[in-house]
């Protein structure tokens, strides 16, 4: 499929109809998540894959039983990692161990040092899930480029969700992305023409 068809056909799909995606395409699509861009390549997120349908059940009242949650195949749930510094950390050991000489990897490290000293506190949650949000559109576009349908999802409830599937601390659930085929048919497109939005 073209970009261009596969961002016509894509659309919010409101009801799947159950049937399994294999895990073979889920390995593909995790693959796919796994190429997204991020800010100094922190990769600020861990992405949590709910496929048990009594887990299912118990997300669903935490994301307003919108029916999704209990039809989908697989629920994606993307998580902001508060704690930038330990990915820069995590880089830099990375480069090290793979023999890399420390003069090569200083500047990095310097990059990543005043990059992560702009986000103190909270500030790094929300840089973190500007990042997220880039990995769930990765997500969304992937799956349809395998025939599998999908919806965004930001209507659920966060600190909820943390609980039922015991997110460790460090994790912020900012996005949810059910995956599946479609029971439901797409609404027409909808969007601002193109001089309402470029200027
Ligand atoms: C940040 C974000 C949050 C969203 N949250 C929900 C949601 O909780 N439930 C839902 O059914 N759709 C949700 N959507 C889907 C939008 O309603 C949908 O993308 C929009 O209406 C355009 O329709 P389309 O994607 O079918 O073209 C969300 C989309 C985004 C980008």
Redesign the pocket.
């Known amino acids: 499929m073209e970009f261009k068809e596969i961002l016509e056909e894509?659309?919010?799909?409101?009801l799947f109809d159950g049937k399994k995606v294999d895990e073979e395409k889920i390995e593909q699509i995790k693959d796919m998540i796994r190429l997204s861009p991020s800010a100094i390549n922190l990769q600020p997120w861990k992405i949590k894959i709910v496929s048990d349908d009594d887990l299912k059940e118990k997300l669903s009242p935490a994301?307003?039983d919108?029916p999704?949650i209990k039809s989908c195949s697989h629920l994606l749930v993307f998580c902001a990692e508060k704690d930038l510094r330990a990915n820069a950390d995590k880089i830099i050991s990375g480069l090290k161990a793979s023999g890399i000489p420390d003069e090569n990897i200083k500047f990095l490290e310097s990059v990543l040092d005043n990059f992560t000293a702009m986000f103190p506190g909270e500030a790094a949650v929300c840089e973190s899930q500007h990042n997220v949000?880039i990995a769930?559109i990765t997500a969304i576009y992937a799956a349809k480029s395998l025939g599998i349908d999908s919806?965004?999802?930001?209507?659920?409830n966060p600190e909820a969700f943390s609980e039922i599937l015991e997110i460790p601390d460090n994790l912020v659930p900012t996005?949810?992305v059910p995956l599946g085929y479609a029971a439901d048919e797409?609404?027409p497109?909808?969007?601002f023409s193109k001089e309402e939005i470029f200027f």
């Open positions: 894509r659309y919010a799909t409101k994301a307003m919108q999704q949000f769930t919806c965004p999802m930001q209507g659920f996005m949810i797409p609404m497109k909808t969007r």
